[in-house]
C-alpha cells in the first residue's frame, strides 16, 4: 500500500479498518517532504514544518480513534496556506513583516479541522506575499516550484497548497481565494480546487487581503475529498461579519447531470487562450453533452472589466487592510529608526516586497480624494453589473462552464517583469469573486507537453453541493479514455 498515493476517502477508511494509523500516515508524509528538500530542485511547497506538533496530533488521533470518538477526517494530515492562523505556529503570509509573528490564537478552520475533527497539521504552505500573485514568486521565502515540471510554476497565489497536494506532500491542503487563488493553481498543478460560495467559510483568522472577495476552501486530488473537507468548514462563526447565517451542512456529490444545463459563455472562448487549453475544453463539452448534459450558449457580457474591476477593488481594500502591519505591536520593526513616521516608513519599505507595495501604492491612489468617484465607485457599479451578468445567465443554465487558466503552467520567472500579463492568468477565475458565486476547477487532461489543464465549473450561489455533483461528473468522465 503506497500511503502517499491514498486520497483522504481511502485514508480515512484506512484508518477506521485499523489497516493503518494516523502516525503511519503522518511519518510517511513528513519523510517525503524531507526528501523532496534533498531534490536539486525542491519543490518548497511549506514554509515551515511542524513534525512535533504533528507526531503528537496523531498519537491523539489513533488514541481517538480507538475510543471510537473519532470523525471522518481524525488523524488525516493536512497542510494549511500561511495565512491562517494556528495557535504558537508562525503566520507569515510569506512576507519578511511578518516573520517574527506567531499566532495567538486558532482561525476558525484550525478550529474545526485541527480541532474538532482531529486532523493533522503537517505545516504551512507557501503563498505569493500576502497572497498577492498568481505564480508563487513573490514569496519572502522563495520560489514554489511545480511537480509536474520543477522549472514552472506552480500557479498562485496558494502554489505551495497545490504543489504539496500534488506533489504527494500532503493529502489534501487549503488555500485561500481573492481572484482564483485556489482554482489557478489546482489547474496549473492537474488537482480540484475549490472556492466556495462567498461567507459559507469563516474569515476568522485568515489575514485579511480584499475582504469582500476572499475566500477559503479545499484543494486536494478528488472532488469527494474536497466535498469532505468543506463539509467539515461549513456553520456561522458570529466573530466574522460575513459568515453565513446557516446550519452546518454535510456535502455529498452525485454523479449525474443528466438533463442539467451546462452554460458555456462566448467571451471565454476568444483570443489569448491557449489553442490545447480550447480543445481540452471544448473535448469536455461533447463528453458532458453525451453523458446527457443540455449545453446552452450564454453570454457574461461584462467579462471583460473583470480584470480591471477587481484590481482597483482588491487593491483598495488590501491598503486599508495592510495599514495595520507598521511594525508597532507585531512582525518587522526597523530598530534604528528615530521617529515615528521613519518607523513606519523603514519597516514597511524593508518588510513588504514590490508586489505588495505596487499594489497597496495603486489601492491608495483609487481611494484618494479626487479619484475615488473615477476609480473605486465605478468599479463597484461595474462589479454590481458583473454579479447580475450571473443572476440572468442562471436563468438559462444550471452551471457554467469553461476553462481555469488560459494557459497551462508557464515557465518560471516568464512573467515577473510584466506585471499586467501576470494578472491576466486570472482573467476566467476573478468574476465569481467578485459576484460571490462558488466555483471550481477541476483537472480534465494534459497538453502534449504533459502539463495540466483544469476546466473551471460556476455555480449559482450556495449551490456549492450541486457544483460538486457537476465537478464529479466532469471529473469521472475526463478519467474516461
Partial sequence: MDILKLTVVELSAALRERKLSSVEITKAYLEAIRKDREHPKPLNAYVCVT?????????????????????PLTGIPIAIKDNMNIRGVATT??????????????SFVAEKLLGEHGM???????????????STETSAFGITRNPVDRDRIPGGSSGGSAAAVAGFLAPVALGSDTGGSIRQPAAVCGVVGMKPTYGLVSRYGLVAFASS?????????????????????????????????????RFAPKDDLKGKRIGVPKEYFVEGMDAEVEKNIRGVIEKLKTAGAQIVDISL????????????????????????????KYGYRASEAKSLSEMYQLSRTRGFGAEVKRR??????????????????????????????????????DYILGPTSPTPAFKLGEKTDDPIAMYLSDIYTISANLAGVPALSVPTGVNSAGLPIGTQLIGKILDDEGLLSAAKTVESLAKKV
Avoid at 503570509?93 to 486558532?106: E, M, N
Avoid at 465607485?377 to 443572476?391: C, G, H, P, Q, S
Fill in 120 to 134: 493533522v497539521c503537517l505545516g504551512k504552505t507557501n503563498m505569493d506575499e500576502f497572497a498577492m500573485g498568481s
Fill in 213 to 249: 472577495l476572499d475566500q477559503i476552501g479545499p484543494i486536494a486530488r478528488t472532488v469527494e475529498d474536497c466535498a469532505l473537507i468543506l463539509s467539515a468548514l461549513t456553520g456561522n462563526d458570529p466573530r466574522d461579519a460575513t459568515s453565513l447565517e446557516l446550519p452546518a451542512k
Fill in 360 to 397: 497597496i501604492m495603486l489601492g491608495t491612489y483609487v481611494l484618494s480624494a479626487g479619484y475615488y468617484d473615477a476609480y473605486y465607485l465605478k468599479a463597484l457599479k461595474v462589479r454590481t453589473l458583473i454579479k447580475r451578468d450571473f443572476e440572468a445567465a442562471f436563468m438559462k443554465c
Fill in 301 to 328: 457580457p461584462h467579462s471583460e472589466y473583470a480584470v480591471p474591476t477587481y484590481y482597483i477593488v482588491a487593491t483598495a481594500e488590501a491598503s486599508s487592510n495592510l495599514e495595520r502591519f507598521d511594525g508597532v
Fill in 93 to 106: 503570509c510569506s512576507s519578511k513583516i511578518l516573520a517574527p509573528y506567531r499566532a495567538s490564537y486558532d
Fill in 51 to 71: 513534525e512535533e506538533a504533528a507526531l503528537a496530533a496523531a498519537e491523539a488521533s489513533d488514541e481517538r480513534i480507538a475510543q471510537g470518538t473519532a470523525t
